[in-house]
């Protein structure tokens, strides 16, 4: 313990005589007490801030060397900052059986389930999170999905003749729009109200916020998934110290495949209400081309992530999140399949069959989309933008080139 007693001393020395010919400094805010796991992020980048080797890995590095304490807001920012893509595990000499036991990218992870709960919205729902795992996904899914199947049954059209894809006749248009439009506004409202609530926390007015191309560089590192790479381009470390880019594939045919699912819908609502053109649209038509390419894009990916998921290094991140990435993981898988089958099958007898089970699959993941691991895509991209208002701000430390 000398050793790390030294190691914090001299990144306190360090920094006591930088940084002071800068008249731009982030102002310190008042310092909330830390729960346990902002306490370990705290301790061990304490630890990171002296060594310094992973400078170059990711954006948590070089934004850790802006602070020299890590308060609440500074543990949030950078566990959502960490893509825990495994790399500075692997390349630390202080990581387990050393006694300093540093897992950045578990400490990280523990920190991010935490904020999640801390900024969901309604706060009673934070809970959510720990228990969105894949168990209740399916049961959820599989409820759901039945419950329409007897709504269909009951109605006597769960088997009938050949409707050529006219998933109106089983459940009028306004129904789906109304039900599907209001969970979408809530859960855009929820995560909206999440996100600001932690933007606030990590950017007070007061620090001032220049955009001036920060936004652009923060989308660019979204879309890419830049730190996938492990910052040397050979990509992430997963059962092992070797590296791949298969995660950062598989997220890229995840999050491509969600958005042209996205767009495929947004797509016809255009046709239905500027154009009045009415579903079913041909199998050659702008939105059924997108659902189907996304749709395909959505198997790839949450296949290859699951697949990923089960043999990933326990020491990475924090096993006890993994239900839950399955429960997310589960879902997207079951939205893609049960969606593509309904095309192909969409012009036979068992479309509304098919009907009821995808439209009970989409609920759940909908319903799951707050208070999930989708969050974290949110989360991130806020992390990035800050990353890059902040990289555009003096460094008070002036100790790294960024
Ligand atoms: S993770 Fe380990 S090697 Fe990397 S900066 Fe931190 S202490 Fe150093
Ligand atoms: S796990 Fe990867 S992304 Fe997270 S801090 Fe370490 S190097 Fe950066």
């Known amino acids: 313990m000398q050793q790390l007693t030294e190691l914090v001393a001299r990144a306190r020395a360090d920094a006591d005589g930088v940084g002071t010919a800068n008249p731009r400094v982030i102002p310190i805010r008042p310092a909330l007490p830390l729960t346990a796991s902002e306490e370990e992020v705290a301790r061990i980048l304490q630890i990171c801030n002296a060594c310094r080797y992973c400078e170059g890995f990711c954006a948590v590095f070089p934004a850790m060397t802006r602070r020299l ?164 381009g050979e990509g992430c470390n997963e059962e092992d110290d070797r590296f791949t880019l298969w995660r950062r594939r598989f997220h890229h045919f995840t999050f491509y495949g969600f958005m042209l699912c996205f767009a495929s819908t947004s797509v016809a609502t255009l046709y239905h209400y500027l154009l009045g053109l009415q579903a079913p649209y041909a199998l050659t038509s702008l939105p059924v081309l997108l659902g189907t390419a996304g749709g395909i894009g959505l198997v790839i990916g949450p296949l290859g992530l699951l697949w990923m998921n089960l043999r990933r290094d326990p020491a990475h991140g924090d096993t006890a999140q993994r239900p839950m990435d399955r429960g997310f993981i589960a879902l997207l898988l079951l939205t893609s399949v049960t969606g593509l089958a309904l095309l192909a099958w969409r012009d036979t007898r068992f479309m509304a069959l098919l009907l009821a089970v995808h439209l009970g699959v989409v609920m759940a993941l909908f319903l799951t989309l707050p208070y999930g691991k989708f969050a974290h895509g949110i989360f991130r991209s806020a992390a990035l933008l800050k990353f890059a208002i902040e990289k555009r701000l003096p460094n008070r430390m002036q100790l790294d080139a960024d």
């Open 69 to 232: 304490e890590f308060g609440k807001a500074d543990t949030h920012y950078l566990a959502n900052l960490c893509h825990n893509c495994g790399a500075c595990l692997h390349a630390c000499q202080y990581a387990p059986p050393h006694e300093f036991a540093v897992n950045v990218p578990r400490a990280m992870a523990q920190v991010r389930m935490q904020t999640y709960q801390d900024y969901a919205w309604p706060p009673a729902l934070g809970a959510l999170y720990g228990r969105a795992g894949l168990t209740v996904a399916l049961a959820l899914a599989g409820g759901l999905a039945l419950f329409l199947v007897l709504v269909v049954a009951l109605s006597g059209s769960l088997l009938h003749a050949p409707l050529a894809g006219n998933f109106y006749a089983i459940f009028p248009h306004n129904f789906l729009a109304g039900v599907f439009g209001a969970v979408f506004l809530f859960i855009v409202f929820a995560l909206g109200m999440g996100l600001r609530r932690f933007w606030r926390e990590l950017s007070p007015a007061s620090e001032g916020q220049p955009a001036n191309g920060a936004a652009a560089e923060a989308t660019r590192d979204v879309l890419r998934l830049k730190y996938l790479d492990g910052g040397h």
